[in-house]
């Protein structure tokens, strides 16, 4: 059984960091690819950041390019989103996804092609 508990979301100013955090419990972590997903209340749950099962490739959304980085740590069996110059329109419930791969080079960005999720974290961007 795979489960995923996300950490560390909060408060911040607008133009500030934040630092989230997903740990993967079960299964076998290295043979995950990771992304992160944000929701907020009447909408789609929308794509963040995608990070292949190696971490050599990654994947933004354009609203956060530049902004966000995604990591892992196999080891660890981590992945983090770093959210620098954060605006109001960052706030949302941020979601850990891991979808099961063969392919070390691949990430995904579409919501279906997950197979985990966490509990999600909420992150408030205040002007």
């Known amino acids: 059984q795979v489960q995923l508990v996300e950490s560390g979301g909060g408060s911040v100013q607008a133009g500030g960091s934040l630092r989230v955090s997903c740990v993967v419990f079960?299964?076998?972590?290295?043979?995950?690819?990771m992304g992160w997903f944000r929701q907020v209340p009447g909408k789609e749950r929308e794509f963040v950041a995608g990070?292949?099962?190696?971490?050599?490739?990654?994947y933004y959304a354009e609203s956060v390019k530049g902004r966000f980085v995604i990591s892992r740590d196999i080891v660890e069996n981590t992945v983090d989103l770093q959210m620098n110059s954060l605006k109001p329109e960052d706030t949302a419930v941020y979601y850990c996804?891991?979808?099961?791969?063969?392919?070390?080079?691949?990430?995904?960005?579409?919501?279906?092609?997950?197979?985990?999720w966490g509990q999600g974290t909420q992150v408030t961007v205040s002007s």
């Open positions: 996804a891991a979808k099961e791969v063969s392919n070390s080079g691949t990430y995904y960005y579409t919501r279906t092609a997950y197979d985990y």
């Open positions: 079960g299964g076998a972590y290295s043979g995950f690819a």
């Open positions: 990070i292949s099962w190696s971490g050599g490739r990654t």
